[in-house]
């Protein structure tokens, strides 16, 4: 049975240029800390900062992807740019990425040069037939999230996390913890498009996870 993983590249946007790089960065290496923790038990290779403005991590499987995403988005606060590479690795495993290569390390690799071409958000590379299809949903799924304002980013996060957290939450329990109106929520939800944002991202673990299972993409 082949050993698949899933390879996360990121690069910052414009990092060169910016005023605030030091800061950015700093941000960065504090978002890398903080997926380091959420996701410690589905990450093989632990995110780090390679080569200044880039960053990369290994998963075990494709469950958390879209969390994973999130969460960068969500602390970094800087646009950037992800190649998500799936394959095997031709060295042994270990906790430092910068010791491992292979297969996936390639695909996330050309992925990331793509998606800094073609000017996507993300490209995602595997080798089946879904790619494009897979690349199609999880940029039209970042168009959303980076049109949002700092506010609507702050509210909608907090609502995914309590979401993530309890199941079933109501916004009379969100607006008692974060103390603005219900009708503000339901507004600023609206606004997000965090409805059709939570489908597509149900949609797209449902896809990956089943096509991951299947036969020869088995891990």
């Not at 240029?17 to 290779?45: G, M, P, W």
């Not at 290994?58 to 602390?75: A, I, R, T």
């Not at 800094?116 to 993300?122: D, P, T, V």
Request: charged share 30%.
């Amino acid at each position: 049975m082949r050993n698949r993983y899933v390879v996360m590249t990121g690069d910052l946007k414009a990092s060169r240029r910016l005023e605030d790089r030091a800061k950015v960065q700093e941000s960065l290496k504090t978002a890398l800390q903080i997926v380091n923790t959420l996701f410690s038990d589905d990450i093989v290779a632990k995110f780090v900062i390679v080569r200044g403005d880039s960053f990369q991590g290994m998963l075990s499987s494709p469950g958390c992807l879209f969390d994973v995403y999130f969460e960068l988005f969500d602390k970094i606060g800087h646009q950037f740019y992800l190649g998500i590479g799936i394959g095997e690795i031709a060295t042994s495993l270990s906790a430092n990425v910068g010791e491992i290569d292979g297969e996936a390390f390639h695909k996330s690799s050309e992925a990331l040069e793509r998606a800094k071409r073609a000017k996507l958000w993300i490209v995602f590379m595997s080798g089946w037939e879904i790619d494009r299809i897979s690349t199609c949903l999880l940029n039209l799924m970042a168009d959303v999230m980076w049109d949002w304002t700092a506010r609507q980013r702050e509210i909608v996060a907090y609502y995914r996390r309590l979401k993530k957290e309890r199941g079933n939450v109501t916004l009379a329990e969100v607006v008692r913890d974060i103390g603005i109106k219900k009708q503000t929520l339901s507004m600023i939800l609206k606004r997000s498009r965090y409805k059709l944002l939570a489908e597509a991202e149900r949609a797209f673990a449902d896809f990956i996870s089943r096509k991951w299972q299947t036969g020869n993409n088995k891990p």
